[in-house]
């Protein structure tokens, strides 16, 4: 492990440092404006305390919990377009949702939505078991997942189009992504449990480092690449499960907020995971006041404004230098 590049490099430190001023002024100036203005002009300390503190917390939690989890998931299975759902997971979730809400089940664990978690736990036990097979690859990973999210996709519209429609119109919410049923204790567990498992995933940061180089590089360089990945693979499948068993699905925040971060600090993991923690949470605490306040009083979903917003920004990042990143396969 000692040939793995040491993140003391001194301009790589001095635009790590301005990355991490600039984000947190944009996460301070967000969290200003998501507390001062929403659906409604205004704003007591007790319509503060109920509604908007506690959505500020999970937005929070959220954001840290699926860009660090983007970050990971592309460097272990050494794909730039991966991200949290890829692996399925949220589809495992989403299928708990729907079903835990058609047949009343729908109770909460510390501000978690208890049907969803127990989906996506599911669905990354399944995961976790191939991960153990001798001779599996990142690519048989991913493949997995993938199809993983295939099915959890169609048992999902199954389920929708046989079950009684009455009983899905806060699961069709839930599945669009959303922060307002957030409670200030529950969002306060949530947002304890991603830093934790965050953490613990940065804890990792020379391995990941070494897995950028490769499997069989990483292997040379004495990682242990199998109990690696399954360690990695499992607190990255806790983290999503957290996010989106407590705000649904919300999509593109695993994706392009670790693009963005390394566009300026590169990509090794002992400043990029923290880097991507505080964007994360800048950018979803952002999409949070844009949901609430751009269609008042209306709120439209946040999952919905994620995706209006990243969609085209990927697009543009494919379209320029990322498109030939992401052609040679690693991380951009």
Avoid: K
Wanted: proline share 4%; glycine share 14%.
């Amino acid at each position: 492990m000692n040939s793995i590049p040491s993140p003391s490099s001194g301009s790589r430190s001095g635009a790590a440092t301005r990355s991490l001023l600039l984000a947190v002024l944009a996460w301070g100036v967000l969290i200003f404006i998501a507390l001062r203005f929403g659906s409604t002009a205004d704003a007591d300390w007790a319509l503060i305390q109920d509604l908007r503190l506690p959505r500020v917390v999970l937005a929070a939690a959220v954001g840290i919990g699926l860009a660090v989890a983007g970050a990971a998931l592309q460097a272990l299975f050494a794909n730039p377009l991966c991200e949290p759902y890829t692996l399925g997971i949220s589809s495992g979730a989403a299928l708990g949702a729907v079903v835990g809400n058609a047949l009343g089940l729908d109770w909460n664990v510390a501000g978690l939505a208890g049907p969803s978690f127990v989906g996506a736990l599911v669905f990354s036990m399944v995961l976790f078991g191939v991960s153990f097979r001798r001779g599996v690859t990142n690519l048989t990973l991913l493949l997995t997942g993938v199809m993983l999210g295939f099915l959890g996709s169609s048992l999902v519209a199954l389920w929708m189009a046989l079950a009684d429609p009455n009983g899905l119109q806060g699961a069709l919410v839930w599945l669009m992504g959303s922060l307002s049923r957030a409670r200030l204790e529950g969002a306060l567990v949530s947002l304890v449990v991603t830093f934790a498992l965050s953490f613990a995933i940065w804890s990792h940061w020379r391995e990941l480092d070494g897995l950028l180089l490769g499997e069989e590089d990483a292997a040379a360089l004495g990682v242990p690449v199998g109990q690696v990945r399954r360690r990695l693979l499992m607190l990255s499948s806790l983290l999503v499960g957290v996010c989106v068993s407590g705000a649904g699905m919300i999509g593109f925040i695993g994706l392009m907020v670790p693009h963005f971060v390394r566009r300026g600090t590169g990509s090794l993991h002992f400043h990029l995971l923290p880097l991507c923690a505080i964007w994360g949470a800048s950018a979803m605490t952002g999409a949070d006041v844009v949901a609430r306040t751009i269609a008042r009083p209306y709120e439209i979903p946040v999952g919905v404004v994620t995706a209006l917003i990243g969609a085209p920004l990927f697009i543009g990042l494919l379209a320029g230098r990322g498109a030939r990143r992401a052609e040679g396969g690693q991380p951009t």
